[in-house]
């Protein structure tokens, strides 16, 4: 893949932070997953039409981080999207978490796959969408 | 209300905790839901069961509470839900969160009320509804 | 008080609707709070120094919300963060959260004490950040 | 590894579901996490306490997950946690997700390591630690 990774930020909540004092290793998927929203309505995808029109379904199958060094309340985290392979019926998307020194925190990866509309079976991904994802722009 | 209040309980987890080393205030609330949706069950009124037939909505409009002392990872906290309120359309469900001590550590309240499947407006209380809700049982 | 509301922007992720379709309300309360981080940070007060240097606690002691209508998912909000009262130990943050039609669809009050280091006590507000909370401004 | 998997049980909520009608991925492991916790304190190293003493750090630097089907609202859940490996200052813990027919619908991994108390490098297991997590009780 060639596009430009896309980049999302948000700021470290105090809700963020567990007892260990650091960030729930949880709420990095949540971070990511506000990124993939960000992400797929700027390549012409947001999922909140994608839900609402229930054209068809694009469950996430696997997710997975690996986490580098703990991250504190307060830090600015720039996260950078980026699709790392389109097969026939899914794709995946990955995630870089950089803080404001540009040292790689985190990174994570999602497998989404296109489900008809009534759950029914994998379906090769709709054309728009494997072009979009490919290009990285609607 | 007569009826012997409902317990839920709950043990206080990593991810409740927040940079301040306490329960993150809008967790209260979550914790609230829980017992309200196990309260709700055993008179009767599962929420999935409600969500899924979608016979009628009862959204919540308001939610207060009260925090009387900090509380911390790994404390065994019992709720006790109670009806404080029964009106023509709506219902009020209060909270006390007690530790092993029997110290009330927070409370809290709900108001549901019930509006036809459409969301166009308020009903009044289904009379099976307003039954349970005032006798605490089925 | 007469200082201009500051505004914190969110976008309504997937994750922030529940099973009924609509913002589940302790959500609400997450948002509140990450408008008063930045409302804090504005002020001067940013809340990750102030927890991590410990001089004293500010804990939040009452949360309230009032639902006007359901928030659903993609929706852009604006929350309006004012301070409603500063007492001699005390402070209350009102929130206004309007969608991008002007319409009112929640709003929200926290109140907040200020602590010993050691949480033995209120303490009358540090005279600065009082200042800072009746300005607005640093 | 041969000890007995540890049990625990949880009932999907109004708030695990997102808009699209499912468990939110990123809350299965909130729910793995729970129950790393009850396994924990089960074989005698309660986590609250791990903390609060700040003896060592017990910090997840992986996490994985696979979702066979999606999981709804009010299902009943049962997480058989199981030590997957455990080496020289790292171990692996196993989340089998099941529902109330016995089929399994995710699973998942974390990966955790011991940190000397300052966070400056990994230390080998503690002793008492190791056999615990390799005999599935104190």
Request: aromatic share 10%; net charge neutral.
């Amino acid at each position: 893949m060639t596009a430009e990774p896309f980049t999302h930020r948000f700021e470290v909540a105090l809700h963020d932070i567990d007892a260990a004092g650091v960030m729930f290793f949880g709420h990095l998927f949540r971070h990511a997953h506000d990124a993939y929203e960000a992400y797929m309505a700027r390549i012409g995808f947001p999922l909140d039409a994608i839900v609402r029109e229930r054209r068809w379904l694009l469950p996430l199958v696997h997710a997975e981080a690996d986490y580098l060094s703990a991250i504190r309340h307060g830090e600015r985290i720039r996260v950078m999207v980026s699709i790392a392979e389109v097969s026939r019926s899914s794709f995946t998307v990955a995630y870089r978490f950089l803080d404001t020194a540009q040292q790689l925190r985190a990174s994570a990866r999602t497998v989404h796959v296109q489900l008809a509309q009534d759950g029914s079976g994998s379906l090769p991904l709709s054309e728009p969408l494997r072009a979009a994802l490919v290009a990285g722009s609607p």
